[in-house]
């Protein structure tokens, strides 16, 4: 049985190869390992605490958090919008990009995410 960790980066990279196929320029979280009690601990943090991939587009850059949603899984909207209220709704000064907060929702067996622009 997959871990929690490895299902979440199974569907990350599903996303972000989504992205790269709609052309955007991606950046994943990456893990880095600490050791505790002399054992390596592998540690993840969103980017921002609050996304999962940095997209960068022609005309936009999305902050995209991915999750899976198993069938005794829940997704808090509310904790996700908490979390992507620290980046705040600005416009580049270097042309009119825009800035897009996306969650992709996947299911087991989906082959496309439930997208939703905060």
């Known amino acids: 049985m997959k871990s929690s960790r490895q299902i979440g980066v199974y569907y990350e990279n ?7 196929k709609m052309n955007y320029v991606c950046e994943k ?8 009690h002399g054992k390596p601990i ?15 587009g022609e005309h936009d850059v999305a902050f995209v958090q991915v ?4 069938e005794n899984t829940s997704i808090s909207m509310k904790n996700i919008e908490a979390k992507f209220d620290k980046i705040p709704n600005v416009k ?13 929702i996947w299911r087991k067996g989906d082959r496309m995410p439930e997208v939703i622009l905060l």
């Open 14 to 20: 599903r996303s972000l190869k989504l992205l790269q």
């Open 29 to 36: 979280t990456s893990s880095k390992v600490v050791w505790i």
């Open 42 to 56: 592998s540690l993840h943090a969103d980017l921002m605490g609050c996304a999962d991939i940095l997209a960068i």
């Open 67 to 70: 999750k899976f949603k198993g």
């Open 92 to 104: 580049c000064t270097c042309g009119q990009m825009i800035i897009r907060k996306i969650v992709h």
